[in-house]
Nanobody, 119 residues
Framework: QVHLVESGGGLVQAGGSLRLSCAASGIIFTSNEMGWYRQAPGKQRELVTTITSDGTTNYADSVKGRFTLSRDVAKDTVYLQMDSLKPEDTAVYYC?????????????WGQGTQVTVAS
C-alpha cells in the first residue's frame, strides 16, 4: 500500500506563487511516476505535470513555463512550484503516484489540496 501526504495549498492573488509538496510512504517500487492532477468545479480531473523516477517531466500546455516539478528520490517527495498563477488555475490539486507490478499499473492518490487564485 502507498500513502500520499500533500501540503502547501491556499489562497493567492493572480500573479503570485505557491509551492505544493507531496510525500509518499509505503511500498514504493524503484521505477514509478509521481505528479499532480487537478479538478476544478464542474470539470473532469486533468493532468498538470508528472515526473518519472529517472527525472523525465511532462507538463500540460496550460502550465508550461509557469509550473516546475521537482523530485527528491531519496525522500519519495515531489515539489510543485507554481508561479504566475492565474484564476483558471483554481482547483483541488491531487498528488498521484503510479507504479506497475507484473505489467499492471496501480494509481495512488492523495486527499487533495485546494488552490484558489483570486483575480
Amino acid at each position: 500500500q502507498v500513502h500520499l501526504v500533500e501540503s502547501g495549498g491556499g489562497l493567492v492573488q493572480a500573479g503570485g506563487s505557491l509551492r505544493l509538496s507531496c510525500a509518499a510512504s509505503g511500498i514504493i517500487f524503484t521505477s514509478n511516476e509521481m505528479g499532480w492532477y487537478r479538478q476544478a468545479p464542474g470539470k473532469q480531473r486533468e493532468l498538470v505535470t508528472t515526473i518519472t523516477s529517472d527525472g523525465t517531466t511532462n507538463y500540460a500546455d496550460s502550465v508550461k513555463g509557469r509550473f516546475t516539478l521537482s523530485r527528491d528520490v531519496a525522500k519519495d517527495t515531489v515539489y510543485l512550484q507554481m508561479d504566475s498563477l492565474k484564476p483558471e488555475d483554481t482547483a483541488v490539486y491531487y498528488c498521484n503516484l503510479a507504479q506497475s507490478r507484473f505489467s499492471v499499473r496501480r494509481d495512488y492518490w492523495g486527499q487533495g489540496t485546494q488552490v484558489t487564485v483570486a483575480s
